[in-house]
């Protein structure tokens, strides 16, 4: 079946400028998950949503940042008044999530969006 | 909190010979341990993973990996390296505590040299 799907691949943008990037994750997965890879910061977490409950929202690294998800499926990762040290490829995971207790499932990732920020 | 170290930024072997990439963890409770490699221009994929049970875990293209909780370890092994072993490795973890998120290391690049 189809994968997780993230869109768009590329994004350049001029600092200060909002961007809103999407993921579509594998259908009935319930858990999904953001990331930010930079070279040589490996893969930083952003946010994490588990069905209905509240999202874990921890490794935002700023107000600018912020993040829905419609339905129980699709995300939007928006960063508002985007600055040059945004410039990262974001990830999005999504997994089948917590089964009645801790999440084991491995986590299927898009291809990443590729954010540069001028 | 959750977190992962990989101490070697890079892991440098000959083909045929064994592989070792390192990860240390700390979680406040028990934890999930996981694995997942990323091939150059290809998206991160998952190699293996630690439930409970045995401590040694067999995982995709012939690697495994060894939990120590004693040790807060769980390094990443591989009996016979080949080049196309070369990529990045990260380590991740996870509180059995529903609802905490997966957290992953910096990564290591693993080249095997023919």
């Known amino acids: 079946g189809a994968g997780v799907s993230q869109s768009p691949s590329n994004k350049v943008t001029e600092k200060g400028k909002d961007v809103e990037l999407r993921c579509d994750p594998i259908s009935g997965h319930t858990a999904l998950y953001w990331y930010r890879q930079s070279l040589g910061q490996g893969l930083e977490f952003l946010i994490y949503f588990q069905g209905n409950s509240a999202p874990d929202k921890s490794g935002l690294p700023s107000d600018r940042f912020s993040a829905e998800r419609t339905g129980g499926s699709v995300s939007t990762l928006t960063i508002q008044r985007t600055q040059q040290e945004d410039s990262a490829v974001y990830l999005c995971a999504s997994s089948l999530g917590a089964r009645g207790g801790g999440d084991n499932s491995p986590l299927h990732f898009g291809n990443g969006t590729r954010l540069t920020v001028t | 909190a959750q977190s992962v170290a990989q101490p070697e930024d890079q892991v440098n072997v000959a083909e045929g010979n064994p592989l070792t990439v390192k990860c240390t963890y700390s979680?406040?409770?028990?934890?999930?341990l996981f694995w997942y490699v990323q091939y150059p221009n290809r998206g991160l994929q998952f190699l293996l993973k630690?439930?409970?049970?045995?401590?040694l875990v067999k995982g995709s293209y012939g690697f495994e990996a060894e939990f120590n909780k004693s040790q807060t370890s769980f390094h990443l092994k591989k009996p016979s390296a080949l080049v196309s072993d070369s990529a990045l490795y990260f380590c991740a973890v996870r509180d059995r505590q529903a609802g905490t998120a997966l957290i992953f290391g910096k990564g290591t690049t693993l080249s095997v040299s023919s």
């Open positions: 979680v406040s409770g028990n934890p999930y």
């Open positions: 630690y439930i409970t049970g045995d401590n």
